[in-house]
């Protein structure tokens, strides 16, 4: 019988993904198959699997962690906030539709067949299963007919590590007051507490653990260092984000647009020793970048909307005639056109001029496009340059001019005038040929042309973090406690 160990949170950003990757690496390392699950994912960064579906970058990074290619079935349901009330929903890959939160809420537990059917096909391949939960099982007002918490633990019979973050603050307060919400039968699924991101000497901390296993009766099982690693981050509390200077010889600009989506496009970049990324919101931020890059949104005719209200459009424009380089990718290559049209009422309904920046109009229409593809650009100043990405949007953009890259078999794809570039394609720096043809350009145009060191693909470069990870994790967990947790879960036992 597959055993299965879910992992839920006392809130948001506690560290659960990154906990799901670690186990699903250490149980890989120990010999098991393994695979990660996540019934409910709600985030803008996704990827598309090699037979054309989207699911969450969280679970393409457990995946990996768990030495497999990402499957949908990995993660049945992904939401893609496109307004503050309402997603796109999209289920084993493919969209279902646009729902308000109050719609979704009423549906959701139409959802449950189609969840066992990923979750017990994904037990007939694997050894082990690790679950990762949603924000908290603890939010009573979402409670009824739970789908990602303790609603999929009791529907799986799965016992629960419920994580605490201390970095922030109050972490005996939070695993108590969790615990304390959950009802008798959900306490009795939690066969232990571990607290994350811990900075300082532990043994200061064991008269707190000691009170806290007291007052609970759920052991402490482990107390997980805080660790600087760069693995991939998903959602809108991740620290990059919040990044605002540095001091690499060449400045990025990367637009932080109201729904930002895949921003892990621009990690390669910020590994890179002469690019330095910082993230913008206002004007005043902004200064005089070496380049600046447009990244993807849920909904682009809205966040132009944005930039054009709060004065970043007129300084983009103002950057461009002036001789500073910008990169729009998916939704930021087109707002940077001449026109989006949205006859269907994709997104916001309606006709919308863009920034006429590059010659290229935008139609947005129902379907998806989602595709794996390999290109080579052959824009002016980066030619040469091997990608290997993929598409996820919605429109359909006619370009008017020479193109950023040709994909396999010749196909122009983007849009290049001048100093301004365009692209469909996410994840064009994982393979590290462009993100090198970027810098050698950028240090040219500084006076500071040089060699810079060869950058590993970013693939390469998160499995040596996960194995790092996983190191950590191993000398900070009760991994025999928790081996010994699922066998009595796979008996049947409580």
Known sequence: MTKRLMIQGTMSGVGKSLLTAALCRIFWQDGY?????????????????????????????????????????????????????????????????????????????????????????????????????????????????????????????????????????????????????????????????????????????????????????VPVLGVIPYVPLDLDEEDSLAPCLTRTSHHKPVDLAVIRLPRLSNFTDFAPLERHEALGVRYVSRVEELGRPDGVLLPGTKNTMGDLLWLRQNGLEAELKKLAAQGTPLLGICGGYQMLGRSLSDPDGVEEGGMLAGMGLLPCDTVFLRRKIRRRTRAKVVAPMLAGGNLAGYEIHMGETTVHGAPFCRLDGGKPEGAVQGNVFGTYLHGLFDTGELTEHLAQWFLSRKGLAGETGGLQSHRAHQEEQLNQLACIVRQHIDLPAIYEAMEQNGRGER
């Not at 090699?50 to 969450?56: A, I, S």
């Not at 992904?78 to 009330?85: A, C, G, N």
């Not at 539709?97 to 067949?113: H, M, N, T, V, W």
Request: glycine content about 8%; aromatic content about 6%; some cysteine.
């Open 33 to 217: 198959r393994v695979a990660p699950f996540k019934s409910q994912n709600m985030a803008l960064n996704s990827y598309i699997t090699e037979n054309g579906l989207e699911m969450g970058r969280a679970q393409v990074l457990q995946a990996w962690a768990a030495g497999r290619e990402p499957d949908v079935r990995m993660n049945p349901i992904l939401l893609k906030p496109s307004s503050d009330v309402g997603s796109q929903l999209i289920v084993k890959g493919e969209v279902r539709g646009d729902y308000q939160a109050s719609e979704y809420f009423r549906k959701k537990r139409e959802l449950i067949p189609e969840i066992l059917a990923s979750y017990h096909s994904l037990c007939q391949e694997n050894d082990i299963l690790v679950i990762e939960g949603a924000g908290s099982p603890a939010e009573i007002n979402l409670k009824a007919d739970d789908i990602v918490n303790m609603g999929l633990a009791r529907l799986v019979d799965a016992p629960v590590l419920l994580v605490g973050d201390i970095d922030r603050g109050g972490v005996f307060a939070q695993l108590y007051g969790t615990l304390a919400l959950l009802e008798p039968d959900e306490q009795d699924r939690v066969v232990g507490c571990v607290i994350n991101k811990f900075r300082g000497d532990v043994t200061l901390l064991q008269p707190g653990l000691k009170m806290l296993e007291e007052k609970t009766k």
